[in-house]
């Protein structure tokens, strides 16, 4: 092959063209813009450069904002492809790389920035911290995680997509059967933004081990800092597995060996087996933080303590465990025996009985409340219902013997839409509404939120409903298209109809941000929810050092009990505030990061050398680098605190 | 307002649609084994009814109300930390319908890994079921016959498939006669099927395996142990006879119609039933046990 052969796209059609072109007139764009503007300076020195866990934390969610939209294209073309039989739109080599970036996009790329993004943001808030443990590292984990997504992204238009499903299972994945570098961009990137997810782990379990006030014991942690302590656990529990089996691919695709391979001693199903070691954590991974926002917002919003805190504790923490014991269910059908299975239907039924704990604890907590109808309150009365017939499915899918029949049918597909759209999706909505004023300082349209809910809700059960009937009538996942004589025709019609709907949805949504964004009311205070938690009892927008002084907790709801029952928050006075400096260093190393996982994605082993050498010395700079942060004199924080309750809170 | 009843029109008209349909495959069974099945989803469906109905009825009761519009201006909600029996009941429950389900599980989880109840005493028919990308081969070694897309079966016979692969991971699929499994190339999976009526049934592989998966089906017909005698007679009689050539021919990926070959694949190019020797070619003839479970 050529050089260029290389980049060439496997199976180009018209919609690779033009999507080629707006991505290279967006990119002509933006660089225009922020060159008239006059804005690199600002770029630089405010965003790409910053450690602030906030702006971090709003980049993660712009991230994860964009990659719903490119997820959800794909989707919407999926369901395109499948409304009616014999669809020609989409060909069969294209649909199976629309279903994979489909699936990947979602679950890496959108989700978990998603739940990261809320965390960086709220974590430290809420534990009254000034930032994350290792604020340089947070700022790594953020652009390891951006370049792996992008160096994703341009697989459709430089080489072509993987195509090999999200599973990406061997040795359909191996260079046999998949002969584009697709599964190359799949196994990269997603190594890359693995390393970011992980090196978050360990930042965040510290943050919430060593940086909470003094006063706050671990169980007086508001639940989504629980919620997120244990999130952060699986992950550095469950990211090594995915590090070594992305390796192991890698090392197969691109240097001969033979680990996952039909010959020579590979054994296929160990990569099913590394893969769900890590793919069946991270789908907690994934609806835990979103338990977490509901518990902040059901309690919120019922003006009521959250029930159950003890057991709300104790079942995230039984989940965790439990998630690492289930993973084989998701290969029932590979004739591990009938004891294997039966183990392993028992630990994932399991699973139902502190999920269903929760259930019942957000539903006491509504009772006896006063239960408000607000935009983040409506996702979470949505989600109970919607999660429960996810949550109940799942059951059903975990009885190893019925499983036989659900297995990589449509009702498996319904049945994960069924938890992580309202797990997450919905968790993610109502967290984004919910902490919105706390991050821009204005708040979303309650108005339009709520049109917006009511689309994606109705939507999303006209979309996926459908599929448990027509799984149990034999349809199988990833089937680009069916015969008419099939009868999966009018209930396919009746999802493509639902993903539109959802689609309109969305688009309201971010009609939302835009018309709210413009018109919103700026000064409105920095509780406009009467919230319960600490991240409440800081300004909006936040400080960039969070609180002037450090706040005293005796409950879960510290700010509540300050402002019901008078409690005192902040004791003390104002010192002078150490911060760290910020620092290019990782937008640096992740930039190269990125030539390097392009590099090896086209197996071009000398800028592959240069950039691993490239990125081993960036990391020797850090280890030489003196860098003792500033501090923020005292005078300033009295200035900037002029109207906040920080300075009136003594003469109280 | 409006929006709910909306909202409930699209449920009951969705719901409509649904019940004028046709029984779904999967509880539509033509033997023991995806009866078995059927009874263990129409079990656990119920059983998740209660659940889904308890929370939804919770659900509505508690939003009704204790909503904000509903009560007095000073209204001012409790404190409660938790009960210890409300707890117990909300943790009771569940471990009791876990445990029925688990045992439910447990049980009809070795009937369907095991011959098929009340065909114990009579030998099984041994079909090998293979797949090379996207086609299914079945070879019948007892008869002596090999047919490519299709597959005849009698009734009232214990069917045992021996599943393997020439390419990526597959599964063997019939859904009105009992759940599927995996089809490997480094080991072979037994599944244990039958059939109690003559009929046709639509089988496919349901894993992922490619570009021509949507089209990797094939088709089965049930027949009285009488006709299937007549009809492989007829193939011994009339079919050309597969050979090595012939068969490299078949592996090569695309699409291919029904075929039908006297004699089978399993002396030239054997399946990979040495247990441990993931196709490593010095010891793939060795048997020391194979994947019955």
């Known amino acids: ?652 | 307002m409006r929006m709910k009843w909306a909202f409930l029109s699209v449920v009951i008209g969705v719901l409509a649609v649904l019940a004028g349909c046709e029984p779904v495959m999967v509880l539509d069974p033509k033997g023991p084994q995806a009866e078995t099945i059927a009874d263990v989803i129409w079990i656990s469906i119920a059983m998740m009814a209660i659940v889904v109905i308890a929370v939804f009825g919770m659900l509505v009761y508690i939003v009704t109300k204790y909503r904000a519009s509903k009560q007095s201006a000073d209204y001012e909600p409790p404190h409660i930390e938790g009960n210890p029996i409300v707890e117990g009941i909300i943790v009771g429950i569940p471990i009791i319908i876990i445990a029925v389900l688990s045992i439910i599980t447990v049980k009809s989880t070795y009937v369907v890994e095991a011959t098929p109840e009340g065909y114990e005493d009579q030998k099984p028919l041994v079909v090998y079921a293979s797949t090379s990308d996207w086609k299914w081969h079945f070879s019948y070694p007892e008869e002596g016959i090999e047919t490519v897309n299709y597959l005849y079966i009698p009734t009232d016979r214990a069917l045992e498939f021996r599943l393997y692969s020439y390419g990526p991971i597959t599964a063997f699929w019939i859904p009105q006669l009992g759940g599927q499994k995996y089809a490997m190339s480094d080991m072979i999976t037994t599944l244990h099927l039958a059939a109690d009526e003559p009929g046709e049934y639509m089988g496919r592989n349901s894993n992922f395996s490619g570009k021509g998966f949507a089209e990797n089906v094939f088709d089965v017909k049930a027949m009285s142990p009488k006709e299937f005698e007549e009809w492989v007679d007829e193939v011994k009689k009339t079919a050309p006879t597969l050979t090595e050539e012939k068969f490299e021919e078949l592996l090569l990926p695309g699409h291919l119609g029904r075929s039908t070959f006297s004699g089978t694949h399993l002396e030239f190019s054997p399946p990979p039933e040495g247990h441990g020797s993931h196709g490593d070619d010095a010891d793939a003839s060795e048997e020391h046990g194979d994947h019955d479970e």
């Not at chain 1, 953020?142 to 072509?160: C, K, P």
Request: glycine content about 8%; overall charge neutral; proline content about 5%.
């Open chain 1, 1 to 652: 092959m050529t050089y260029f052969d290389r980049f060439a796209i496997p199976h180009p059609s018209p919609a690779i063209y033009a999507s080629m072109v707006a991505i290279g007139l967006t990119v002509i764009a933006i660089l225009f813009g922020l060159t008239y503007f006059k804005k690199w300076g600002y770029l630089w020195r405010e965003w790409l450069t910053t450690v602030d866990h906030k702006r971090i934390g709003i980049m993660y969610l712009i991230a994860a904002l964009l990659m719903l939209f490119r997820g959800g294209v794909d989707a919407i073309m999926l369901r395109a492809q499948t409304a009616v039989p014999d669809n020609t739109l989409l060909d069969a080599q294209h649909y199976n790389e629309v279903f994979t970036t489909h699936g990947v996009v979602m679950i890496i790329f959108m989700a978990m920035p998603f739940i990261y993004a809320l965390m960086n943001f709220i974590v430290p808030l809420q534990i009254g911290a000034r930032d994350v443990a290792f604020p340089r590292l947070n700022a790594l984990s953020f652009w390891l995680f951006f370049m792996g997504a992008m160096l994703f992204n341009i697989s459709f238009v430089v080489g072509g997509s993987p195509d090999a499903g999200w599973t990406s299972y061997f040795p359909l994945a191996g260079n046999d059967f998949s002969t584009s570098v697709g599964t190359n961009y799949y196994l990269l990137s997603i190594q890359i933004a693995g390393i970011g997810t992980l090196i978050s782990g360990i930042n965040f379990m510290t943050t919430i081990f060593k940086m909470r006030v003094p006063s706050m014991t671990l169980m007086k942690m508001p639940m989504f800092t629980w919620t997120a302590l244990i999130t952060n656990a699986i992950v550095v529990f469950a990211f090594p597995v995915l590090t070594v089996v992305l390796l192991l691919g890698t090392m197969d695709r691109l240097f001969g060996t033979h680990i996952f391979t039909m010959t020579n001693g590979g054994m296929d199903m160990l990569w099913a087996n590394l893969f769900w070691v890590w793919g069946h954590p991270e789908v907690y991974i994934l609806i835990l933080p979103a338990f977490g926002i509901y518990s902040e917002i059901v309690s919120t919003f019922s003006r009521r303590n959250l029930y159950g805190y003890k057991s709300m504790v104790a079942s995230i923490v039984i989940i965790s465990f439990l998630s690492f014991l289930v993973w084989a269910h998701h290969f029932f059908t590979m004739g591990q025996g009938a004891l294997a299975n039966s183990i392993f239907s028992i630990t994932t039924m399991a699973i139902a009985i502190p999920t269903g704990i929760k259930i019942f604890n957000w539903l006491l907590t509504m009772r006896k409340g006063r239960i408000e109808f607000t935009v983040p309150m409506l996702y979470t009365i949505g989600f109970i219902p919607i999660f429960t017939i996810g949550g109940v499915t799942g059951v059903m899918l975990g009885m190893a013997s019925a499983d036989y029949q659900y297995h990589n049918t449509m009702f498996l597909v319904a049945h994960f839409h069924y938890t992580i759209i309202p797990g997450v999706v919905f968790a993610m909505l109502a967290g984004l509404t919910y902490w919105w004023p706390k991050m821009f300082g204005y708040m979303l349209s309650e108005k339009i939120g709520k049109w917006a809910f009511w689309f994606i809700a109705i939507g999303f059960n006209v979309t996926f409903f459908p599929m448990f009937f027509t799984g149990l009538d034999g349809q199988a996942r990833r089937m680009y298209t069916y015969s008419e004589a099939t009868g999966y025709g009018p209930l396919n019609l009746l999802s493509f109809a639902g993903a539109i709907v959802l689609m309109a949805g969305v688009a309201i949504l971010v009609y939302n941000i835009y018309y709210s964004t413009r018109y919103a009311p700026r000064n409105i205070g920095s509780d406009p929810w009467n919230a319960r938690t600490l991240e409440w009892a800081t300004q909006s927008p936040v400080q960039s050092y969070n609180f002037a002084r450090t706040p005293h907790v005796e409950s879960t709801e510290a700010f509540w009990d300050h402002k019901k029952k008078g409690k005192p928050l902040f004791k003390g006075k104002i010192e002078k505030i150490h911060m760290p400096n910020n620092s290019g260093m990782p937008f640096i190393m992740s930039s190269i990061f990125f030539v390097w996982g392009f590099s090896f994605v086209f197996s071009m082993w000398i800028p592959a050398i240069i950039t691993t050498i490239a990125i081993f010395a960036c990391m020797a700079h850090r280890s030489f680098e003196k860098d003792d942060g500033y501090y923020i004199p005292v005078e300033e924080i009295e200035a900037t605190e002029k109207d906040s309750e920080v300075l009136t809170d003594e003469t109280r």
